[in-house]
Protein backbone atom coordinates (compact mmCIF):
# COMPACT_ATOMS: atom_id res chain seq x y z
CA UNK A 1 0.00 0.00 0.00
CA UNK A 2 1.26 3.52 -0.73
CA UNK A 3 2.30 5.38 2.51
CA UNK A 4 1.27 9.29 2.09
CA UNK A 5 4.85 11.42 3.28
CA UNK A 6 3.51 14.85 4.32
CA UNK A 7 5.11 17.43 6.96
CA UNK A 8 2.94 17.07 9.87
CA UNK A 9 0.03 19.79 9.93
CA UNK A 10 1.38 21.85 12.59
CA UNK A 11 5.03 22.24 11.28
CA UNK A 12 3.99 22.37 8.02
CA UNK A 13 4.87 25.91 6.88
CA UNK A 14 7.91 27.93 5.76
CA UNK A 15 10.88 27.96 8.15
CA UNK A 16 13.38 31.14 8.88
CA UNK A 17 16.39 28.65 9.02
CA UNK A 18 19.43 29.18 6.75
CA UNK A 19 20.25 27.06 3.77
CA UNK A 20 20.96 23.65 4.67
CA UNK A 21 20.31 23.64 8.48
CA UNK A 22 19.67 20.79 10.01
CA UNK A 23 16.72 22.41 12.40
CA UNK A 24 14.16 21.50 10.14
CA UNK A 25 14.88 18.02 9.60
CA UNK A 26 14.24 17.53 13.59
CA UNK A 27 11.48 19.53 13.97
CA UNK A 28 9.86 17.57 11.30
CA UNK A 29 11.00 14.33 12.89
CA UNK A 30 9.54 15.80 16.44
CA UNK A 31 6.44 16.36 14.77
CA UNK A 32 5.80 12.86 12.91
CA UNK A 33 6.68 11.02 15.82
CA UNK A 34 3.83 13.27 17.86
CA UNK A 35 1.72 12.22 15.08
CA UNK A 36 2.40 8.23 15.19
CA UNK A 37 2.03 8.20 19.14
CA UNK A 38 -1.58 10.43 18.46
CA UNK A 39 0.18 13.29 21.51
CA UNK A 40 0.25 15.80 18.35
CA UNK A 41 -2.39 18.02 19.73
CA UNK A 42 -1.59 17.36 23.56
CA UNK A 43 2.11 18.73 23.24
CA UNK A 44 3.57 21.41 24.73
CA UNK A 45 6.59 22.61 23.78
CA UNK A 46 9.30 24.93 25.77
CA UNK A 47 12.04 26.48 23.10
CA UNK A 48 15.59 27.59 24.11
CA UNK A 49 17.23 31.15 22.95
CA UNK A 50 18.89 30.69 19.58
CA UNK A 51 18.46 28.94 16.10
CA UNK A 52 16.02 26.71 18.10
CA UNK A 53 13.96 30.33 18.80
CA UNK A 54 12.88 30.16 14.95
CA UNK A 55 11.28 26.98 15.15
CA UNK A 56 8.73 28.93 16.58
CA UNK A 57 8.27 30.72 13.31
CA UNK A 58 6.85 27.94 11.25
CA UNK A 59 4.75 26.00 14.11
CA UNK A 60 1.31 26.16 15.31
CA UNK A 61 1.21 24.22 18.74
CA UNK A 62 1.39 24.97 22.86
CA UNK A 63 4.59 26.49 23.45
CA UNK A 64 6.83 28.73 25.32
CA UNK A 65 9.55 31.04 24.66
CA UNK A 66 11.53 30.43 27.61
CA UNK A 67 14.59 32.66 29.22
CA UNK A 68 17.86 31.48 27.87
CA UNK A 69 18.51 28.38 28.96
CA UNK A 70 15.51 27.99 31.61
CA UNK A 71 13.75 25.50 29.02
CA UNK A 72 14.10 22.68 30.83
CA UNK A 73 13.23 24.22 33.96
CA UNK A 74 10.64 25.34 32.71
CA UNK A 75 9.30 21.87 31.03
CA UNK A 76 10.09 20.55 34.88
CA UNK A 77 7.21 22.70 36.08
CA UNK A 78 4.80 22.72 33.14
CA UNK A 79 5.11 18.71 33.53
CA UNK A 80 4.81 18.44 37.29
CA UNK A 81 1.41 20.64 36.83
CA UNK A 82 -0.10 19.33 33.50
CA UNK A 83 1.40 15.20 34.15
CA UNK A 84 -1.35 14.41 31.40
CA UNK A 85 0.57 16.77 28.35
CA UNK A 86 4.11 15.66 26.35
CA UNK A 87 6.71 18.05 27.13
CA UNK A 88 9.57 18.73 24.80
CA UNK A 89 12.40 21.20 25.53
CA UNK A 90 13.74 22.30 22.49
CA UNK A 91 17.14 23.60 22.53
CA UNK A 92 20.37 24.61 20.94
CA UNK A 93 23.71 23.58 22.23
CA UNK A 94 24.39 27.08 23.75
CA UNK A 95 20.97 27.63 25.55
CA UNK A 96 20.83 23.57 26.66
CA UNK A 97 24.94 23.63 27.44
CA UNK A 98 26.60 26.34 27.93
CA UNK A 99 23.96 29.06 29.71
CA UNK A 100 21.95 26.64 30.19
CA UNK A 101 24.08 23.67 32.22
CA UNK A 102 22.59 23.95 35.74
CA UNK A 103 19.06 23.97 34.26
CA UNK A 104 19.73 21.03 32.26
CA UNK A 105 21.58 18.90 34.33
CA UNK A 106 19.29 19.49 37.38
CA UNK A 107 16.42 18.45 35.19
CA UNK A 108 18.06 15.06 34.17
CA UNK A 109 19.28 14.75 37.79
CA UNK A 110 15.98 15.33 39.29
CA UNK A 111 15.54 12.49 36.39
CA UNK A 112 12.07 15.17 35.42
CA UNK A 113 9.60 12.90 33.40
CA UNK A 114 10.14 15.03 30.35
CA UNK A 115 11.43 14.90 26.63
CA UNK A 116 14.64 17.45 25.80
CA UNK A 117 15.80 17.59 22.07
CA UNK A 118 19.31 19.31 22.08
CA UNK A 119 20.09 20.63 18.24
CA UNK A 120 24.08 20.15 18.50
CA UNK A 121 26.32 21.99 15.79
CA UNK A 122 29.45 23.10 17.77
CA UNK A 123 28.64 26.55 17.85
CA UNK A 124 26.64 29.34 18.93
CA UNK A 125 24.68 29.50 15.14
CA UNK A 126 21.65 32.45 15.93
CA UNK A 127 25.02 35.06 16.90
CA UNK A 128 27.48 34.32 14.59
CA UNK A 129 29.61 31.39 15.53
CA UNK A 130 31.18 31.91 18.53
CA UNK A 131 32.34 29.33 20.41
CA UNK A 132 30.04 26.51 22.56
CA UNK A 133 30.75 24.17 24.97
CA UNK A 134 30.23 21.98 22.44
CA UNK A 135 33.02 23.02 19.96
CA UNK A 136 35.17 20.55 18.16
CA UNK A 137 38.94 20.57 19.47
CA UNK A 138 40.82 23.10 17.36
CA UNK A 139 37.59 24.36 15.49
CA UNK A 140 38.07 27.79 14.50
CA UNK A 141 35.01 29.91 15.28
CA UNK A 142 34.92 33.70 15.77
CA UNK A 143 36.13 33.63 18.90
CA UNK A 144 38.64 30.55 18.74
CA UNK A 145 40.25 31.92 15.63
CA UNK A 146 43.53 29.60 16.26
CA UNK A 147 41.16 26.36 16.72
CA UNK A 148 39.90 25.45 20.21
CA UNK A 149 42.62 25.17 22.62
CA UNK A 150 41.14 22.46 25.22
CA UNK A 151 43.96 23.50 27.63
CA UNK A 152 42.60 27.44 28.02
CA UNK A 153 38.95 26.38 26.99
CA UNK A 154 38.28 23.10 28.81
CA UNK A 155 37.18 19.94 26.84
CA UNK A 156 34.07 19.33 24.33
CA UNK A 157 30.99 18.45 26.69
CA UNK A 158 29.47 15.01 25.92
CA UNK A 159 26.00 15.69 27.94
CA UNK A 160 23.71 12.09 26.73
CA UNK A 161 26.96 10.18 27.97
CA UNK A 162 27.69 12.06 31.04
CA UNK A 163 23.99 11.63 32.15
CA UNK A 164 23.48 8.16 31.27
CA UNK A 165 26.70 6.91 33.37
CA UNK A 166 26.00 9.53 36.25
CA UNK A 167 22.09 10.01 36.53
CA UNK A 168 18.85 7.82 36.51
CA UNK A 169 17.68 8.97 33.74
CA UNK A 170 15.11 6.91 31.48
CA UNK A 171 16.65 7.04 27.89
CA UNK A 172 19.87 8.89 26.37
CA UNK A 173 20.60 8.81 23.04
CA UNK A 174 22.61 10.72 20.01
CA UNK A 175 21.79 10.81 16.20
CA UNK A 176 22.75 12.53 13.38
CA UNK A 177 20.59 14.27 10.29
CA UNK A 178 23.73 13.85 8.15
CA UNK A 179 22.32 10.65 5.30
CA UNK A 180 18.89 8.69 5.06
CA UNK A 181 19.98 5.82 7.18
CA UNK A 182 21.62 8.19 10.58
CA UNK A 183 17.91 10.64 9.59
CA UNK A 184 15.44 7.30 10.29
CA UNK A 185 17.78 6.23 12.93
CA UNK A 186 17.22 9.64 14.75
CA UNK A 187 13.02 8.94 14.37
CA UNK A 188 13.51 5.89 16.34
CA UNK A 189 15.32 7.53 19.08
CA UNK A 190 13.31 10.50 19.74
CA UNK A 191 10.12 8.09 19.63
CA UNK A 192 11.89 5.66 22.05
CA UNK A 193 12.61 8.73 24.03
CA UNK A 194 8.42 10.05 23.47
CA UNK A 195 7.51 7.25 24.59
CA UNK A 196 9.94 6.88 27.96
CA UNK A 197 8.07 9.81 28.62
CA UNK A 198 4.42 8.58 27.96
CA UNK A 199 5.15 5.78 29.69
CA UNK A 200 6.17 7.92 33.01
CA UNK A 201 9.58 6.77 33.01
CA UNK A 202 11.51 9.63 33.53
CA UNK A 203 13.88 11.98 31.92
CA UNK A 204 14.85 11.19 28.35
CA UNK A 205 17.59 12.94 25.90
CA UNK A 206 18.11 13.25 22.35
CA UNK A 207 21.12 14.74 20.83
CA UNK A 208 21.00 15.66 17.23
CA UNK A 209 24.21 16.83 14.95
CA UNK A 210 22.87 19.21 12.68
CA UNK A 211 25.16 20.85 10.04
CA UNK A 212 25.79 24.72 10.29
CA UNK A 213 27.05 25.71 6.63
CA UNK A 214 26.45 29.50 7.32
CA UNK A 215 28.96 29.60 10.89
CA UNK A 216 30.88 26.83 9.06
CA UNK A 217 31.82 28.62 6.23
CA UNK A 218 31.33 25.37 4.41
CA UNK A 219 28.24 24.22 1.63
CA UNK A 220 25.49 22.27 2.84
CA UNK A 221 27.09 19.53 1.31
CA UNK A 222 30.50 19.82 2.83
CA UNK A 223 28.74 20.40 5.86
CA UNK A 224 27.29 17.12 5.69
CA UNK A 225 31.20 15.41 5.21
CA UNK A 226 32.18 17.53 7.74
CA UNK A 227 29.56 15.69 9.89
CA UNK A 228 30.50 12.37 9.26
CA UNK A 229 34.23 12.49 8.92
CA UNK A 230 34.89 14.77 11.65
CA UNK A 231 31.99 15.29 14.39
CA UNK A 232 30.96 11.35 14.45
CA UNK A 233 33.81 10.18 15.02
CA UNK A 234 34.13 12.16 18.60
CA UNK A 235 30.69 12.37 19.08
CA UNK A 236 29.62 8.76 19.00
CA UNK A 237 26.14 8.06 17.65
CA UNK A 238 23.43 5.71 19.20
CA UNK A 239 21.73 4.74 22.83
CA UNK A 240 23.43 5.97 25.42
CA UNK A 241 21.31 4.56 27.79
CA UNK A 242 18.85 2.42 26.69
CA UNK A 243 14.94 2.21 28.37
CA UNK A 244 14.59 -0.16 31.33
CA UNK A 245 17.79 1.34 32.76
CA UNK A 246 20.46 -0.07 30.63
CA UNK A 247 23.61 1.90 30.30
CA UNK A 248 25.04 0.96 26.91
CA UNK B 1 2.13 7.81 -6.05
CA UNK B 2 2.05 11.61 -6.99
CA UNK B 3 4.46 14.09 -5.61
CA UNK B 4 3.79 17.98 -5.06
CA UNK B 5 6.71 20.40 -4.93
CA UNK B 6 6.15 23.19 -3.05
CA UNK B 7 8.69 24.94 -4.76
CA UNK B 8 8.66 28.40 -2.90
CA UNK B 9 10.20 26.74 -0.21
CA UNK B 10 13.20 25.58 -1.25
CA UNK B 11 16.63 27.20 -0.39
CA UNK B 12 18.08 25.20 -2.91
CA UNK B 13 20.49 22.97 -0.20
CA UNK B 14 21.06 19.97 -2.52
CA UNK B 15 20.40 17.48 0.11
CA UNK B 16 17.78 16.02 -1.64
CA UNK B 17 20.03 15.59 -5.27
CA UNK B 18 22.62 14.05 -3.30
CA UNK B 19 21.01 11.58 -1.62
CA UNK B 20 18.40 10.57 -4.48
CA UNK B 21 19.62 7.41 -5.42
CA UNK B 22 18.24 7.50 -9.67
CA UNK B 23 19.94 11.30 -9.34
CA UNK B 24 17.26 12.18 -11.08
CA UNK B 25 16.94 15.48 -8.85
CA UNK B 26 17.99 18.66 -9.96
CA UNK B 27 17.80 22.63 -9.97
CA UNK B 28 15.55 24.71 -12.05
CA UNK B 29 17.10 27.45 -14.28
CA UNK B 30 14.13 30.11 -12.68
CA UNK B 31 14.72 31.30 -9.19
CA UNK B 32 11.64 30.85 -6.86
CA UNK B 33 9.71 33.47 -4.72
CA UNK B 34 12.78 33.52 -2.38
CA UNK B 35 15.26 33.91 -4.56
CA UNK B 36 16.74 29.98 -4.75
CA UNK B 37 16.74 27.90 -7.40
CA UNK B 38 14.24 25.39 -7.00
CA UNK B 39 14.08 21.69 -7.29
CA UNK B 40 12.60 19.65 -9.97
CA UNK B 41 12.42 16.16 -10.56
CA UNK B 42 12.47 13.87 -13.82
CA UNK B 43 9.30 11.90 -13.20
CA UNK B 44 10.60 9.35 -15.80
CA UNK B 45 13.40 8.18 -13.75
CA UNK B 46 11.72 8.80 -10.18
CA UNK B 47 11.36 5.50 -8.35
CA UNK B 48 8.92 7.24 -5.62
CA UNK B 49 11.56 6.05 -2.60
CA UNK B 50 11.14 9.70 -0.40
CA UNK B 51 14.43 10.04 0.11
CA UNK B 52 13.93 13.66 -0.42
CA UNK B 53 11.32 13.67 2.01
CA UNK B 54 13.65 12.31 4.18
CA UNK B 55 16.37 14.74 3.87
CA UNK B 56 14.48 18.11 3.03
CA UNK B 57 14.91 20.73 5.88
CA UNK B 58 12.16 22.85 4.37
CA UNK B 59 9.21 20.55 3.87
CA UNK B 60 9.35 20.60 0.23
CA UNK B 61 8.36 17.70 -0.84
CA UNK B 62 4.85 15.55 -0.15
CA UNK B 63 4.20 12.44 -1.37
CA UNK B 64 0.36 11.53 -2.35
CA UNK B 65 -0.64 7.74 -2.35
CA UNK B 66 -3.10 7.46 -6.05
CA UNK B 67 -2.24 9.02 -9.40
CA UNK B 68 0.44 9.03 -11.38
CA UNK B 69 2.81 11.58 -10.87
Redesign the interface.
Known sequence: ???????PHF?????N?????????VS?LVAECLEELGQDRNVIYTIGIGCSSNMSAGMKADRLHCCHGRASAVASGMKRVNPQNVIISYQGDGDAYSIGMGESMGTAYRNEKITMITINNTNYGMTGGQMSATTMPGQKTTTTVYGRDCSVTGNPFKFPELVASQFDVAYAARGS?D??GN??RLKGYIKDALEAQIAGEGYSVVEVLIPC?TNWGM???ES?DHIRNNIIPYYTLGVKKARGGKSV | ?RIEIKK??C?????CV??CPKKCISFAPKINKIG?HPVVIDMEQCIKC??C???????V??????GDQ
Open positions: MEKERKVVDNPSFCPGCGHGIRVSVINPTPLL | MDRKECGFASYGSYTVCPDGYHFIPG
